[in-house]
């Protein structure tokens, strides 16, 4: 998994599993959202605010201190706020976490994401 990740993200692969082990989510689903959500981890979320999942608060896009802290606060939105909700698919997930014709989605970049998380995620043995 390691040497297909962009940016940041690229040597994160024991992190991506340790989170999936830890909350009992596929490590290739949480890698392949992370690289979709970061473009490949070039995205400014990533990049400065240690956020691999797009993942939004009150304020906005939520800042973490670690890249680890970032991969496991996604795994764990998956599991209690998904998986648990039994949303396991990526076409599920997608119509909370990245809706089409979402209010913070004014150029319709949400359409994309099954196909580009599927990608992804075949690319890394999903």
Known sequence: MNSSLGGSLKNSGDIFAAAGKKYGVDPALLAAIAV??????????????????????????????????????????????????GLTSIEAIQKKYAPVGASNDPTNLNSNWVNGVKKYYKMFGG
């Open 36 to 85: 979709h959500e970061t473009g490949n981890g070039t995205s400014n979320a990533v990049k400065n605010k240690n956020n691999v999942g797009g993942m939004m608060g009150k304020n906005g896009l939520m800042t973490f201190s670690s890249l680890e802290e970032g991969i496991d606060k996604m795994a764990s939105n998956l599991k209690r706020n998904y998986f648990d909700k």
